[in-house]
């Protein structure tokens, strides 16, 4: 534990003592309110933005899920038709199954 972490009374393992560089393109006129907001707040742009997210991306967020698009039933018959068409180019034949070369190049005995 730093110094500085023992006497704000945090340990390395706090998530919420940790900082990280985060890095976001915005317009020049957003920027210019937000710098406006913060000083406004007697804060840091970093503080006034860092205040607004945390209000913004609820606690209880599950940060081990993954964010994606559920499996709709549109996108797996979008798969079946990609599936056919490969099927159909190739032949009608699917590719080999390629474990068993990767392994052999990898120097891995079978």
Known sequence: ???????AGTNDTDDQ???SKFTVDLSRGLQRRIKLAASQ?????SEYVE???DKAVSSDTDVTKQ??????????ERL????Q???EENNRQFFED????????RGYET
């Open 51 to 53: 205040r607004v997210l």
């Open 41 to 45: 707040n007697g804060l840091s742009m």
């Open 98 to 105: 390629s474990t068993e070369l990767i392994r052999q190049m």
């Open 1 to 7: 534990m730093t110094e500085e972490n023992q006497q």
């Open 17 to 19: 003592s940790k900082l």
């Open 80 to 83: 079946r038709h990609l599936r």
């Open 67 to 76: 964010v994606g698009h559920p499996v709709t039933r549109e996108a797996i």
């Open 85 to 87: 068409r490969i099927w």
